[in-house]
C-alpha cells in the first residue's frame, strides 16, 4: 500500500496490479545501466592499460638502445684506440 499526493490531500490505495511488473523494470533498467556502466569503465580501463604498456615499452626501447649505443661508441672508441695503439708500436719497431 502506498500514499498518494493529489491536490494537497493524501489518498491511501492498494498496490496496483502492475506494481511488481513496474517495480521489476525499473530494477532491469536500473541493472541494465549499471552494467553499461561497468563495461564503459572496463572498455577505458582497458584502453588505458594499452595505453600505458605501449608508454612502458616506448621509454624501455629508447633505453635500452641508448644503452646500445653508447656501449657500440664505447667500444668504437675502444677498438679506434687499439688499432692506433698497434699502429704505433709497429712503427716503433
Same mark, same amino acid.
Given at each position: 500500500?502506498?500514499?498518494?499526493?493529489?491536490?494537497? !490531500?493524501?489518498t491511501?490505495? !492498494?498496490?496496483?496490479?502492475?506494481?511488481?511488473?513496474?517495480?521489476?523494470?525499473?530494477?532491469?533498467?536500473?541493472?541494465?545501466?549499471?552494467?553499461?556502466?561497468?563495461?564503459?569503465?572496463?572498455?577505458?580501463?582497458?584502453? =588505458?592499460?594499452?595505453? !600505458?604498456?605501449?608508454?612502458?615499452? /616506448?621509454i624501455?626501447?629508447?633505453l635500452?638502445?641508448?644503452?646500445?649505443?653508447?656501449? =657500440?661508441?664505447?667500444?668504437?672508441?675502444?677498438?679506434?684506440? /687499439?688499432?692506433? /695503439?698497434? =699502429? /704505433?708500436?709497429?712503427?716503433?719497431?
Amino acid at each position: 500500500m502506498y500514499y498518494v499526493h493529489c491536490n494537497y !490531500t493524501y489518498t491511501l490505495y !492498494t498496490m496496483h496490479t502492475l506494481q511488481p511488473y513496474i517495480l521489476a523494470r525499473q530494477r532491469c533498467a536500473l541493472r541494465t545501466h549499471t552494467l553499461h556502466t561497468i563495461y564503459t569503465v572496463h572498455i577505458i580501463h582497458t584502453v =588505458y592499460a594499452i595505453y !600505458t604498456m605501449y608508454a612502458m615499452y /616506448a621509454i624501455l626501447y629508447t633505453l635500452i638502445y641508448t644503452i646500445y649505443a653508447i656501449c =657500440y661508441a664505447h667500444s668504437m672508441l675502444c677498438i679506434h684506440y /687499439a688499432l692506433y /695503439a698497434l =699502429y /704505433a708500436l709497429c712503427m716503433r719497431s
